[in-house]
């Protein structure tokens, strides 16, 4: 989920108590720099040359600090803002063990870039025309990306 807040975007994340991204943020005293990038609505564009094909997508990139959320209710916030996001559920409630069942955190970065490509509109006949789009590679509104720690 993403949430822009003054000028900044907040991406909130969870996960399970130990692993190497919890571990690294832990031992940057909970202030880790990181790199991220995401992508979603990709597609296949179909040219008539070789180099007339590429993909449609929505993209960002970027540079924050990733920690890990300590209190209760700012943990809350994050997994219903991820539930409103992904799931299209904004008012779900968390009991308190729920809550801290998992990890949860989240990156605040002031520097990203994000990119949009759409899909070129078919032509009328639809028939092997340059630009025209095939159909998609990844399921609209799948998120795909990393975070480099």
């Known amino acids: 989920m993403r949430t822009a807040i003054c000028g900044r ?7 399970a108590a130990r692993g190497r991204k919890i571990d690294a ?18 597609g296949i564009v179909a040219g008539r040359m070789a ?7 929505k993209s960002i ?19 219903q803002s991820l539930m409103a996001h992904q799931a299209c559920m904004p008012h779900v409630e968390f009991t308190d063990a729920q809550v801290r069942s998992v990890t949860v955190w989240r990156i ?11 899909k070129p509109a078919a032509a009328h006949s639809g028939h092997g025309r340059h630009g025209d789009a095939a159909p998609d590679s990844a399921a609209g509104g799948n998120v795909t990306g990393g975070v480099t720690v």
């Open 108 to 118: 605040e970065s002031e520097r990203f870039t994000a990119k949009v490509r759409p």
């Open 25 to 42: 943020i832990r031992a940057a005293g909970n202030r880790l720099p990181v790199a991220f990038s995401m992508r979603t609505d990709c």
């Open 61 to 79: 990139v970027g540079e924050g600090i990733a920690s890990i959320v300590d209190d209760l209710d700012s943990r809350r916030h994050g997994l």
């Open 9 to 15: 975007l907040v991406l909130w994340m969870h996960s």
């Open 51 to 57: 180099c007339g094909w590429g993909e449609s997508f």
